[in-house]
């Protein structure tokens, strides 16, 4: 019976408590993975992205303890966690590739699940989409649904409304993913983008074992904008559409302002009138402006060919 290999892709950013809780967890999946589908064997890659706890003293303990199955990669330090993503997909060197968070909110059990689309189904992407929001904050819930009917209102590529990073993957699907090198990477995007047949599996959203997100509001806003500007244009030609209405506009405001003077006169000299169509154009070439100075700030560091992350300890 031959030997298949899952690798585990693991990011990690000041996890410390949950990172004892995690692999038992999965190393219980695997036994249950076994019965069904014998010969398969794990292959952990924790990526630790420039923790300041002891993340890292955590993954050495664990190293130490099963050297065969688990490995580490620690970043020299915070580079986000679509660097981590792609250092992880980049180490792997399994059969099929899953991509996992280490607080258990991406529950192992749907691993068996996963395994069983890929060799019974003859999928290439098996993936995980929460269903519910249940614990979390509605307005991030409300900014979340909003996102997702943007993007794929906007966007040739459509995401999965709810649709994790967790997900289980062929080698000929990753090495598709690795041919894309951006710098600026958006993985939701990219998993979408690369095509292959998918499958969802849906589950009910799960609380965190330990510790507290790392995710705040404004970072999951600011992720949420490099991944409309990552795979739709509409920002611009929205900045060229409002450009073309406000001059139309102030065309005809301008003549408006003609005609009542002409009629009714004008005791003010017209300053009111003209400040108020100095700030609105003034305020609409800054707006368009911004939009065109995120695509240009993407192309410059994209130039720079820097590379996306930097390893400070491997084993």
């Not at 649709?163 to 979408?192: C, H, P, W």
């Amino acid at each position: 019976m031959s030997k298949q290999v899952i690798s585990i892709i693991v990011p990690c950013y000041n996890e410390e408590p949950t990172i004892p809780l995690f692999y038992p967890a999965v190393q219980k999946v695997f036994v249950k993975l076994r019965e069904q589908f014998p010969g398969f064997e794990p292959e952990y890659w924790f990526i630790n992205d420039g923790s300041t706890d002891n993340t890292l003293t955590e993954l050495r303990k664990l190293q130490q303890q099963d050297v065969d199955h688990v490995h580490y990669v620690s970043f020299s330090r915070n580079f986000g966690k679509e660097s981590a993503l792609y250092a992880g997909l980049q180490h792997a060197t399994g059969d099929f590739i899953a991509v996992m968070d280490v607080d258990l909110q991406d529950p192992p059990e749907l691993l068996i699940q996963m395994v069983s689309g890929i060799q019974n189904e003859h999928y290439d992407i098996v993936g995980s989409r929460r269903v519910t929001r249940k614990g979390e904050p509605p307005i991030r819930s409300f900014f979340s649904r909003a996102f997702y009917r943007v993007i794929n209102r906007i966007s040739q590529t459509h995401i999965v409304e709810g649709a994790r990073d967790y997900r289980l993957m062929t080698r000929q699907v990753v090495d598709a993913i690795l041919s894309m090198s951006e710098v600026n990477r958006f993985s939701k995007g990219i998993f979408s983008w690369v095509g292959f047949k998918t499958k969802y599996i849906e589950f009910e959203n799960q609380d965190r074992v330990a510790g507290d997100t790392h995710w705040s509001f404004f970072q999951l806003f600011s992720y949420s904008l490099e991944g409309i500007i990552d795979f739709s244009d509409a920002p611009l030609s929205i900045a060229s559409y409002t450009g073309f209405l406000s001059f139309v506009v102030a065309f005809f405001a301008l003549i408006f302002i003609v005609i009542r003077a002409l009629i009714y006169g004008d005791h003010t000299a017209g300053w009111p009138s003209l400040v108020c169509i100095i700030l609105l154009i003034g305020g609409l070439q800054l707006f368009c402006l911004g939009i065109l100075g995120k695509y240009v700030g993407r192309l410059y560091l994209e130039s720079k060919h820097r590379p996306i992350y930097i390893v400070k300890e491997e084993k």
